[in-house]
């Protein structure tokens, strides 16, 4: 039942692209829009929301970091995040004209389910987006986008979490549709690219040997850190989360410009860092994560790289460079996240470790 694969986690890292691409799948009306069957509010109800709440927990809880740059780039909504174990718990402002986006893979985590529950009696508008037909999530939402990532076994979230990410980006489509932010061809232009990023994830999968073998070299590393900016900051996060929950391995993610505000302490002769560098832009992210690189590389880091396909520049300052396929920048988590999934199983198999069934952990945290 494994297809052939030591883990299901591996098994379920590498049905990625089939799993992203039926999450897309049948979003289209005959005239191009996007539609997305199961909201059940009204167009016209979502044109009054004023501020959207992402709650979720763990894994979900980066995807919905990611969300928030989509959803405020292209629907100029006020989009905050927040942790579900956080929220009820701070009186926090939720009425009418707010929308909670609830993101649960299992639809039974009691920390997001409880969060909900509070909005609603505060009559905000809840949306799910969860990978598990009927579960209590889903049934407790005025709407929800399925994920169809097929079960997860594995208790680390991977498939889970990039099909998160698609729902994600499907939403923030739709309400910039709904709310007239963007132009339809502009929509129907990062869909296109959004659909074709199946194949670049799969390419991704075909390359990941440096990652395999970087696992090797790194087994006996105590510590490891991952650097990020922008959407490339939840998966740094993410990053280190995988290596923490199947590694057993203190990981620690960054947001790389507050490297100097503190962390930049902790660096280590020969401590590996990995950098998630974003495609070369208009803007200055780019340059901004190069230099990064070379703070943590002058006090005697490894900079691990994970820097799009033709990006050159990056070489002179990299121990290793993991590449990956050209594509936009919020949509760049789809594939950047990829190699650091396959490093985490591969170094927690290396050290023995039962990567499905990791110790201390449960796949659906059922109590608060
Ligand atoms: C990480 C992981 C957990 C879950 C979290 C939320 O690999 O599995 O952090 O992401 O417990 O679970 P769901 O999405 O089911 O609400």
Redesign the pocket.
């Known amino acids: 039942e494994k297809g052939g694969f030591d883990w299901f986690m591996r098994k379920e890292i590498y049905e990625q692209p089939r799993a992203v691409a039926d999450t897309l799948l049948g979003r289209h009306t005959e005239d191009g829009s996007l539609t997305l069957d199961e909201i059940r509010i009204p167009e016209a109800e979502l044109r009054t929301i004023q501020k959207i709440i992402i709650i979720?927990?763990?894994?979900?809880f980066y995807a919905g970091m990611v969300a928030k740059y989509a959803i405020e780039h292209w629907c100029r909504i006020p989009c905050e995040v927040e942790l579900a174990s956080e929220f009820r718990y701070r009186d926090p402002i939720v009425g009418p004209t707010t929308m909670v986006v609830a993101?649960?893979?299992?639809?039974?985590?009691a920390d997001?389910l409880m969060a909900i529950r509070h909005a609603r009696e505060q009559h905000a508008r809840v949306l799910a987006i969860c990978n598990t037909n009927g579960s209590t999530i889903p049934r407790e939402s005025d709407a929800v986008i399925y994920t169809h990532a097929g079960p997860e076994i594995g208790?680390?979230?991977t498939k889970?979490f990039t099909t998160q990410l698609a729902a994600c980006y499907l939403l923030g489509l739709y309400l910039a549709q709904v709310k007239n932010t963007m132009f339809g061809d502009e929509i129907a232009s990062v869909m296109k690219e959004l659909e074709g990023i199946p194949p670049l994830m799969q390419q991704v999968l075909d390359d990941s040997q440096v990652v395999v073998d970087l696992a090797a070299r790194l087994i006996d590393q105590p510590s490891v850190l991952f650097l990020g900016r922008h959407v490339g900051y939840p998966v740094a996060l993410e990053g280190a989360?995988?290596l923490k929950?199947i590694a057993y391995l203190h990981a620690e993610g960054f947001a790389a410009g507050e490297l100097k505000h503190g962390p930049i302490a902790i660096i280590e002769e020969g401590m590996p860092v990995f950098v998630v560098v974003p495609p070369r832009g208009r803007d200055q992210l780019h340059e901004k994560v190069i230099s990064n690189i070379q703070e943590v590389r002058a006090r005697g880091a490894r900079p691990i790289v994970l820097a799009e396909q033709d990006d050159t520049f990056v070489e002179q300052f990299a121990s290793t460079v993991i590449r990956l396929p050209k594509v936009s920048t919020i949509l760049q988590p789809l594939v950047a996240i990829i190699p650091l999934q396959i490093f985490a199983c591969e170094l927690a198999t290396q050290l023995g470790h039962d990567v499905d069934q990791p110790r201390n952990l449960a796949k659906?945290?059922t109590v608060e």
Not at 56 to 60: C, F, R, V
Not at 103 to 109: A, C, D, F, L, N
């Open positions: 979720a927990a763990g894994t979900s993101i649960s893979q299992s639809g039974e985590t997001t208790v680390a979230s889970g989360l995988k929950e659906s945290v």
